[in-house]
Nanobody
Framework: RVQLVPSGGGSVPSGGSTTLSCEISGQFYRNDHFCVAWFRQLPGNKREGLAAIWMRGQSTTYADSVKGRFTIAQDSATYTTYLQMNSLKPEDTATYYC?????????????????WGPGIQVRH
């Protein structure tokens, strides 16, 4: 079983930056096919996939809505994934989630991830 503990978020001024962290533990994180992704959700909407990364690699993928503003990174020594968010806009206000799964590709669909951390708020 995988546990994900996110941190960060809060209120961020217009055009500002913030970094979300997701600490991961469990029995799958040492697998080369273990990927971690960040999602966000507004009330009544499905979760939007933002970015994904291999926990033991450097390949990444991004949604067009955040490409160039958000950066996903990982620290395989501490099993922590980060989402650096720059040039924040009002539409970035949402509840953010990190998720993890064993996959041979980097999906951004919420339906590909079975392990989720609790949501954290980012408010513009």
């Amino acid at each position: 079983r995988v546990q994900l503990v996110p941190s960060g978020g809060g209120s961020v001024p217009s055009g500002g930056s913030t970094t979300l962290s997701c600490e991961i533990s469990g029995q799958f994180y040492r697998n080369d096919h273990f990927c971690v992704a960040w999602f966000r959700q507004l009330p009544g909407n499905k979760r939007e996939g933002l970015a994904a990364i291999w926990m033991r690699g450097q390949s990444t993928t991004y949604a067009d809505s955040v490409k160039g503003r958000f950066t996903i990174a990982q620290d395989s020594a501490t099993y922590t994934t980060y989402l650096q968010m720059n040039s924040l806009k009002p539409e970035d206000t949402a509840t953010y989630y990190c998720a993890a799964e064993l996959r041979s590709w980097l999906p951004l669909s919420q339906y590909e991830y079975m392990s989720w951390g609790p949501g954290i708020q980012v408010r513009h």
